[in-house]
């Protein structure tokens, strides 16, 4: 007998919600035309949208770094969230992307050109990082491509445009590793493909300045304040290769994979090789926090 599965991807395309296979924005639209657009990424925990506030905030802002206003109130977005997950499946906790692009006009770089922001939120299961690279961690690349410039696509706006992304994780790719950490034009390690860096030294966990051009995480701030609450030193640091051979610990963070320790970066061994104790109690301290936060 044929049973047949419930497609769990589902997307909400400026408010009607499809399955993921037959959702589609017009071919004018600039975000496709051009990457002209702003976008997060959001999980839950306890099927609550994490952090929804910090999030929205973000995009306004990115929103605002491309001359683009969100025409929806943070009300409407997040029901518009509810029940695309709703629409897709009961149980288990969610990812959600969520796209704001200038809308559907002429092919023009004329802002004037378009007038309505095409918004879509796409919902799926989150995957959880395995747990076997929890345990044992992951090797990344450093990899040849710079990090954008801050004075041209400046990585601060989480912008739809991710070509530089896209190349620096094609090389991590080729060499079969985890994610690809950039330098900025300076040889200042900043951030990897989809996720902020830290090592560890001393105890003490050390993360690039936003000044190095890079994202200001949504993770990497709550790492700075989980810090805090469990008695750990963890601030912002300008951060060169030879700074690697003298970690005694590194570790990426980001939205959908919390918090991943790293125990190779290209030929370099961090540490001991195996996951450190700070990384353990930061990732502890933080899954305790978005527990609490979203159990009330
Ligand atoms: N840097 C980049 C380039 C990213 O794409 C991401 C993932 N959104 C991050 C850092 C981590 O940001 P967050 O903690 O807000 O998910």
Redesign the pocket.
Known sequence: MMTTVKPCEFVNVNGTITEGAKASVSVFDRGFLFGEGVY??IRTYNRRPFLFD??MA?LRTSAARIDLTCPLSNEVIQARIDATIEAGFSVGDAYIRMLLTRGVGDISYDPKACSIPSFVIIAKPHSPVPLTLQTDGVMISLVSVVRNHPGSVD?AI?SNN?LN?ALAMQQAFKEGTYEALMRNYRGDLT??????FFIVRDGAALTPPLAAG?????????VFEIGTEIGLSVREATLRDGDLRTADEAFL?????EIVPIVRVGQVTIGAGSPGPVTQRLLAGLRRKADALTSA
């Open positions: 997060e990424t910090r999030h973000r990585p989480k991710l992304n951030e990897c493909s989809q996720s902020n890079l994202l200001e995480g949504v993770t990497r701030n709550f963070t980001s939205t959908t994979r």
